[in-house]
């Protein structure tokens, strides 16, 4: 492709990325030459940096992108979205390790989704040193594994508002596999599945791998632009076929 063709192309397009519609001046850098891999010289549009991520995510495979539009536009989970808004509504909140207690027994942590710690500040103290729990004179000996599921289970419950057990049932009910492409986390590139929310509204949507985690923060969360990369990819599609 040469400038003038290029600089034609732009021109066709109204200046604008062809899927997401924003124009180079709102984001402020060049729309890229976006084309079929494994195809020499088979340029398709002028897309901006985020939705070439994004079709990159998806291996630009289209039945992943609609499968995306299908999760995005799901209802949410009826248990979880209650779970969650009792423990933000409500004045007593769960100590992982002794059950509830009221808010006032935590201590503030503004990277929390609740603001205060995950475990209450007794319990807190204890398991970072070790020391006994009520009466029993004995000290706490956790293994490491024991010691990484506790980790694991405070961060889920900081972070999402559900605990591991929540997390597992999900995994189970999903198959071990990415909510969207199927993947299964021994195919995934990165191993671990993610843990999907609505950063909106911190919903629970469910567990996906790397890359569709990835693709839908590209496409920011937006259903019409994941509709306008179905529709550019089988335009281009039908050419080439």
Do not use: W
């Not at 919903?203 to 990369?229: D, F, P, Q, V």
């Amino acid at each position: 492709m040469t400038v003038d063709d290029y600089n034609s192309l732009l021109k066709e397009q109204n200046y604008c990325c062809a899927i997401c519609g924003r124009s180079e001046e709102e984001l402020g850098m060049k729309l890229y030459i976006d084309h079929e891999h494994g195809k020499k010289h088979s340029h398709r549009g002028l897309i901006c940096c985020g939705c070439n991520f994004m079709i990159g995510d998806f291996n630009e495979k289209i039945d992943n992108i609609e499968n995306t539009i299908s999760y995005l536009e799901k209802e949410e989970d009826a248990i979880i979205k209650a779970e969650i808004e009792s423990e933000i509504n409500s004045r007593i909140k769960q100590c992982p390790r002794c059950g509830d207690k009221d808010k006032s027994h935590f201590h503030k942590n503004k990277r929390t989704r609740d603001g205060l710690q995950c475990y209450c500040n007794k319990c807190g103290a204890e398991i970072q040193r070790g020391e006994p729990i009520g009466n029993n004179k004995k000290k706490i000996k956790l293994s490491k594994k024991e010691r990484k599921i506790l980790v694991r289970d405070r961060n889920f419950k900081a972070k999402y508002g559900i605990t591991l057990d929540q997390y597992n049932e999900l995994f189970d009910r999903q198959n071990g596999r990415c909510a969207i492409c199927k993947i299964s986390e021994i195919e995934s590139k990165r191993k671990k599945l993610h843990l999907d929310h609505d950063h909106s509204s911190g919903r629970i949507r469910g567990i996906l791998c790397s890359s569709c985690n990835a693709a839908i923060g590209h496409s920011y969360e937006n259903i019409n632009i994941l509709k306008n990369a179905v529709i550019y990819l089988k335009k281009y599609k039908n050419i080439s076929e």
